[in-house]
């Protein structure tokens, strides 16, 4: 009966009413959802690269290694022999490897030049591989298949010809124009740096700089075609490359034996070390998110005290109704605390609801435009805990006006003194 | 028989500098009904809160219903308040988003005691009083829809419902006009006659006394002079 009363109360004042559910459910939905998106780029970011177990390259920064590896950020410092690579594939405790050359660009977006293990191997969140979209891998020299969002970009299909330019920056002067590439194949969309990087063969890379001497080409553009076949190129370096053991445990041990290599100045790096350490550095972004959603909650409890304090004084005598129709003071309390309970829960609830809505309606632009991949998934305990911490909020926002009606109902007796 | 009311050597203060009601003795006998004639600002407010079981006095005695308040709990004063007391208010204080019927039933909702008590079904023990109390046609209207003159007849119908052993009526008739007024008594008066409640009536009008069988002067009563 008490919850009919408080029904009958709430709709009376329908307007702040909503209105408090409404900001209640807001800042649920926008606390949910900044976590949801903390977490969708804390794990797209880790999960950029899975089933790698060491990135192995040249002696240098540990994160430097794996920015320009799996994400193509920053420059190679040194690149590593080709022979060092071979040798080390062939370790028995080896799985696979996928070698990876870089220093070249198409329009700003990194050439990447590999072999066909990177398509049979690489893996990204969990257990996915490159797929292509349309065509096929590159094999021939002159090859080349696109990430998604390079495609995209310039509408770029296969068979179409495209030149690369040396270098890394966006306006290279110097075009590798005398080599031109064919596009064979356009890549699944991953929402990595895999759609932003341009896939050639590392035979082809060789090819780009044949003739090339201290970094300028030679004038003379004439190279034998006998020279660009495949089996002909011998291929001198590459930058780094992924590796997976054939048994985990192995890992740490091979580390060690990598940057003791003899030949070369290498190091090997646990990925998921690297990549931890990188998002702890950029975990200040994380945090101003968060401390924003908290102050919008802050304010939609603080809106729930309002409603119910400017309410107070038309329920003043509503509480000496009650007070002398027999209930007592507790009961008044606890009258009004059960209405901000009220509140807050079907702020919460709505809230929940919004957020998946959102989601569901933001997912794919998020995800195309920001690889930011969301999961639609279930509450996490963190998220339970966080809806936790709003009722507990929302029941002691309430108890300001129930301490504020008690007095008030000490003093009045029966009689309003408004 | 115990008297409904049984006030002796009471003294009550909010602030212990400011005393607000001292008085000697005050009864009232069980089916008694008792003018009080009480301008404002001469501790009426706070004497019904005392009979009520709202306030308890720091001194002497308070007995209601043959009940000492002084030494009854909290929670019991509130039990026997919600089941034996009615209330009425001068500004009528009807719950505005419930409708007359609702509102006569709201002790009822209130006070699970209350709802015990009465033997009928519900619906038909508030439809007896609205008869009684003209209110027959009006009972599915919302309380801000109603007249004055509804409006604290509804509020007299919530007092009365489930026969209460006393009635407290503070100042019910000051809102009302002279034809409204007369109303209202002439219907609580022939509730009285037919029920035998206690009924302590108070007014700042005294020309309504002499419907009742004793009246009583609260200032002349109380020591504490404003």
């Known amino acids: 009966?008490?919850?009919?009363?408080?029904?009958?109360?709430?709709?009376?004042?329908?307007?702040?009413?909503?209105?408090?559910?409404?900001?209640?459910?807001?800042?649920?939905?926008?606390?949910?959802?900044?976590?949801?998106?903390?977490?969708?780029?804390?794990?797209?970011?880790?999960?950029?690269?899975?089933?790698?177990?060491?990135?192995?390259?040249?002696?240098?920064?540990?994160?430097?290694?794996?920015l320009y590896t799996v994400f193509r950020i920053g420059a190679p410092t040194n690149n590593i022999r080709y022979s060092s690579y071979t040798e080390i594939k062939n370790f028995p405790e080896v799985d696979w490897t996928i070698p990876i050359s870089l220093g070249d660009a198409y329009r700003g977006y990194r050439v990447v030049g590999t072999d066909e293990n990177l398509f049979k191997h690489y893996r990204y969140?969990?257990?996915?591989?490159?797929?292509?979209?349309?065509?096929?891998?590159?094999?021939?020299?002159?090859?080349?298949?696109?990430?998604?969002?390079?495609?995209?970009?310039?509408?770029?299909?296969?068979?179409?010809?495209?030149?690369?330019?040396?270098?890394?920056?966006?306006?290279?002067?110097?075009?590798?124009?005398?080599?031109?590439?064919?596009?064979?194949?356009?890549?699944?969309?991953?929402?990595?740096?895999?759609?932003?990087?341009?896939?050639?063969?590392?035979?082809?890379?060789?090819?780009?700089?044949?003739?090339?001497?201290?970094?300028?080409?030679?004038?003379?553009?004439?190279?034998?075609?006998?020279?660009?076949?495949?089996?002909?190129?011998?291929?001198?370096?590459?930058?780094?490359?992924?590796?997976?053991?054939?048994?985990?445990?192995?890992?740490?041990?091979?580390?060690?034996?990598?940057?003791?290599?003899?030949?070369?100045?290498?190091?090997?790096?646990?990925?998921?070390?690297?990549?931890?350490?990188?998002?702890?550095?950029?975990?200040?972004?994380?945090?101003?998110?968060?401390?924003?959603?908290?102050?919008?909650?802050?304010?939609?409890?603080?809106?729930?005290?309002?409603?119910?304090?400017?309410?107070?004084?038309?329920?003043?005598?509503?509480?000496?109704?009650?007070?002398?129709?027999?209930?007592?003071?507790?009961?008044?309390?606890?009258?009004?605390?059960?209405?901000?309970?009220?509140?807050?829960?079907?702020?919460?609830?709505?809230?929940?609801?919004?957020?998946?809505?959102?989601?569901?309606?933001?997912?794919?632009?998020?995800?195309?435009?920001?690889?930011?991949?969301?999961?639609?998934?279930?509450?996490?305990?963190?998220?339970?805990?966080?809806?936790?911490?709003?009722?507990?909020?929302?029941?002691?926002?309430?108890?300001?006006?129930?301490?504020?009606?008690?007095?008030?109902?000490?003093?009045?007796?029966?009689?309003?003194?408004? | 028989m115990k008297p409904a009311i049984n006030i002796q050597n009471l003294s009550f203060h909010y602030e212990e500098a400011h005393p607000i009601l001292e008085l000697d003795t005050f009864e009232v006998k069980m089916g008694e009904k008792v003018f009080v004639y009480g301008p404002s600002g001469c501790g009426k407010s706070t004497l019904l809160g005392l009979i009520a079981g709202i306030f308890l006095p720091q001194q002497g005695t308070l007995e209601v219903l043959g009940l000492d308040f002084g030494s009854t709990s909290k929670g019991k004063r509130d039990e026997i308040r919600g089941k034996e007391i009615g209330y009425i208010f001068q500004t009528f204080n009807l719950i505005p988003y419930l409708n007359c019927l609702e509102n006569i039933l709201l002790p009822c909702i209130i006070t699970p005691q209350k709802k015990d008590k009465i033997t009928k079904p519900l619906e038909q023990e508030a439809a007896l009083l609205a008869d009684h109390l003209n209110l027959t046609d009006v009972m599915h209207k919302k309380a801000r829809q109603l007249s004055v003159g509804q409006q604290q007849r509804v509020a007299a119908a919530r007092a009365l419902i489930g026969s209460p052993q006393l009635v407290i009526a503070d100042e019910p008739t000051s809102s009302l006009d002279g034809k409204n007024t007369n109303e209202f008594l002439q219907l609580l008066l022939r509730e009285w006659e037919e029920k035998k409640f206690t009924l302590v009536f108070v007014s700042h009008d005294e020309r309504l006394a002499e419907e009742f069988n004793r009246s009583v002067s609260l200032p002349e009563m109380n020591r504490i002079r404003k």
């Open chain 1, 125 to 418: 969140r969990g257990d996915k591989g490159i797929e292509v979209l349309d065509g096929q891998i590159p094999k021939g020299v002159f090859d080349v298949v696109l990430g998604y969002e390079v495609a995209q970009k310039y509408q770029h299909k296969a068979s179409d010809s495209i030149i690369l330019s040396h270098g890394i920056s966006e306006r290279s002067i110097m075009e590798h124009s005398n080599t031109p590439f064919k596009v064979v194949g356009v890549l699944k969309p991953t929402a990595t740096p895999i759609d932003r990087s341009v896939f050639i063969t590392l035979e082809g890379m060789e090819a780009l700089h044949f003739g090339w001497e201290d970094g300028v080409p030679r004038k003379e553009k004439d190279i034998s075609p006998e020279k660009l076949k495949k089996e002909n190129i011998h291929i001198g370096q590459i930058t780094s490359f992924l590796l997976k053991t054939k048994n985990r445990i192995q890992t740490l041990k091979l580390q060690r034996r990598i940057d003791s290599f003899p030949k070369d100045p290498l190091m090997a790096v646990i990925p998921g070390v690297a990549l931890h350490e990188l998002w702890r550095t950029l975990s200040y972004v994380e945090n101003i998110l968060y401390l924003i959603s908290l102050c919008v909650l802050a304010v939609g409890l603080i809106s729930v005290i309002i409603s119910l304090y400017t309410s107070l004084n038309e329920r003043r005598r509503e509480i000496a109704i009650f007070r002398a129709l027999g209930s007592g003071i507790g009961k008044v309390v606890s009258l009004l605390l059960f209405e901000s309970t009220l509140i807050v829960l079907t702020g919460i609830f709505i809230g929940i609801i919004l957020l998946y809505l959102g989601l569901y309606f933001v997912r794919p632009f998020l995800e195309s435009n920001f690889s930011l991949f969301l999961p639609i998934q279930l509450l996490s305990p963190t998220e339970w805990l966080y809806l936790g911490g709003i009722l507990l909020g929302g029941i002691t926002a309430g108890l300001i006006p129930a301490i504020k009606a008690y007095r008030n109902s000490l003093q009045d007796g029966l009689t309003i003194q408004v």
């Open chain 1, 1 to 66: 009966m008490i919850v009919y009363l408080t029904w009958k109360s709430v709709q009376n004042r329908k307007l702040t009413s909503l209105l408090c559910v409404v900001s209640i459910a807001l800042s649920v939905a926008l606390l949910l959802g900044v976590e949801r998106m903390k977490n969708g780029a804390r794990n797209g970011f880790t999960n950029t690269i899975s089933q790698t177990d060491l990135i192995v390259g040249a002696k240098g920064g540990p994160l430097q290694l794996v």
